[in-house]
């Protein structure tokens, strides 16, 4: 049997773990949340527990189109069995109405009570399969300018909400960049996702942000066809900890990066040797901005069945 290369095997993208059409996805793109849930599985239920992942995804995307959208990822590098479903909520609006799931949805709660294991394995629901006090979350708004506290102005995001208070809209991340939206990769159509973090200092939270942003302006125009990248805030959790989501082709289109790095183009030139910090506050580049040691990398792939070796459901 030939060996198979990588010009025979393509990993899908994430939007094809879900009948939906394209339109009808919602992404890292098109989103106004993402809800990062994250868990361990078992070793042993590790095939059950990406097939009630999978199902449990599959529902929601077409009970609650145009509310959420769930993918599932794996780590690329990293900690095996751990998976990442991205929540891609319309808004928090939109949370509320998930919320009623609990109760109200019968084919939601036939998913997870449904008996999972067999028998002779010992039973049980998914709650078996997955390591207890594992799952963690991280809730992420698409990142503009004057969140948190960072403009002395008004903004044209801010309005009245009609009941006397003041409503912040939060764009969307596609309005981050120029790039035409058929050639923006996103969570659902990207081969790789890398999730950057890293924590601003506090002193440096404004120019830290538009740091941030004017490196998403520079790659995306750079590095378009191959990366896209968007900026993210962290809702709840910890303050001025952002997040970039740099959506690759595939694993390959790292080489991509390495290299706009290492032709150093004016644009990405001006972005990295810039004065972000006034002299009058001690001067300095965006290294100054950031805790150090606070900023790391983690790399995902969308799950797909025969990855790492996993069974499919059966009819998949």
């Given at each position: ?9 393509f ?7 879900t009948?939906?059409p ?7 793109a098109?989103?106004?949340v993402?809800?990062?849930r ?13 097939q009630?992942?999978r ?13 959420v ?10 900690v ?9 909520l ?21 998913i ?37 506290g ?11 909400d ?35 973090t ?46 970039h ?5 595939s ?21 990295f ?14 290294e ?19 990855m ?8 998949e």
């Open positions: 049997m030939p060996v198979p290369t990588s010009q025979d095997f990993i899908p993208s994430a939007q094809h773990q009948t939906l394209p339109e009808k996805i919602l992404h890292s098109n989103s106004g993402i809800v990062e994250v868990g361990q599985l078992h070793a042993e239920f590790r095939s059950e527990g990406r009630f992942g199902e449990l995804a599959e529902y929601l995307n077409t009970n609650y189109a145009g509310i959208s769930v993918f599932v990822y794996e780590e690329t590098f990293g095996k069995d751990r998976l990442h479903f991205l929540m891609h319309k808004s928090f609006d939109a949370y509320e109405t998930l919320v009623q799931m609990g109760t109200q949805d019968a084919g939601w709660r036939d997870m009570m449904r008996p999972r294991i067999p028998e002779e394995r010992g039973g049980g629901t998914w709650d078996r399969m997955f390591l207890d006090g594992g799952l963690k979350e991280e809730v992420l708004i698409p990142s503009t300018f004057g969140m948190y960072t403009a002395d102005s008004r903004l044209d995001t801010v309005r009245e009609g009941s006397g208070g003041v409503r912040f809209d939060v764009p969307t991340a596609q309005l981050q960049t120029d790039v035409p939206a058929d050639e923006i990769l996103h969570s659902a159509n990207c081969g790789i996702l890398m999730h950057r890293g924590e601003l200092n506090y002193a440096f939270r404004a120019e830290g942000r538009m740091f941030a942003r004017a490196l998403c302006d520079a790659w995306n125009e750079s590095l378009k066809g191959h990366a896209t990248i968007f900026l993210y805030e962290e809702a709840f959790g910890k303050s001025d900890r952002i997040h989501f740099i959506h690759l082709k694993l390959s289109s790292y080489y991509t990066l390495m290299g706009l790095r290492a032709v150093n183009t004016s644009a990405t030139r001006e972005v040797t810039k004065q972000w910090i006034s002299d009058e506050r001690g001067g300095g580049g965006w100054r901005m950031f805790v150090q040691g606070s900023l790391g990398d983690m790399a995902l792939t969308p799950q797909h069945w025969g790492y070796a996993t069974q499919a459901a059966e009819g």
